[in-house]
């Protein structure tokens, strides 16, 4: 028995696995409870017509986003099951799942609060910075397994690690408090505004 194996209840329980899957899906529980506490918020018999529909508008996106990333736990563990990663495309899920959830919010859910759109925008914005950050892994190992580029860890792993994990708390932050967490709602009305003027 190694230090990360315990007995509980009498059976070996590994604790590396079960921590590296927790950390692997804490993004996809942590959504999970947004989108509890966005139905709970719906739930309020007090609150008004119009805030009801604002709120049934952001769980709406909460739906969405959390299923897009609980779907990666089953495909995680069918391209382990069935060996379908390739070494040169190990994130292609990931990246596709990402510009199909896009795909989805942008053109199949229909959302007219501001609270709503301005969760809608920094979903958009933060899943095209993810994949992003994924494509550009994705060449990045495409040069080294071709031998373009020595095979080692440089500084854009870091960037990558931080970035995503960065993307997705942001996500988070804004479908529970519907703030404008980085200004971009901010900057994106003010450049129309601007536009509008010209």
Not at 41 to 60: G, Q, Y
Not at 128 to 144: E, G, P, R
Request: charged share 15%.
């Amino acid at each position: 028995m190694n230090n990360y194996s315990i007995m509980y209840f009498g059976s070996l329980m590994n604790w590396d696995l079960i921590t590296n899957f927790l950390s692997m899906h804490l993004v996809s529980w942590l959504l999970f409870l947004v989108m509890l506490a966005n139905y709970v918020r719906t739930s309020n018999i007090h609150a008004s017509f119009s805030v009801r529909a604002e709120r049934k508008e952001v769980l709406s996106l909460s739906i969405v986003m959390c299923f897009s990333y609980a779907l990666m736990i089953p495909i995680e563990f069918l391209v382990g099951l069935f060996e379908i990663s390739s070494r040169y495309f190990p994130y292609t899920f990931f990246l596709f799942l990402d510009i199909l959830t896009i795909l989805l919010i942008c053109f199949l859910i229909k959302l007219q609060s501001n609270k709503a759109l301005l969760c809608k925008r920094y979903i958009v914005f933060c899943l095209l910075c993810n994949s992003i950050l994924f494509l550009s892994l994705q060449i990045d190992l495409l040069l080294m397994y071709n031998n373009f580029k020595p095979f080692k860890a440089w500084w854009f792993w870091d960037v990558f690690t931080i970035g995503i994990n960065f993307f997705d708390a942001v996500m988070i932050l804004v479908l529970l408090i519907h703030k404008d967490l980085l200004m971009l709602n901010r900057l994106l009305l003010h450049r129309k505004k601007s536009k509008a003027v010209l």
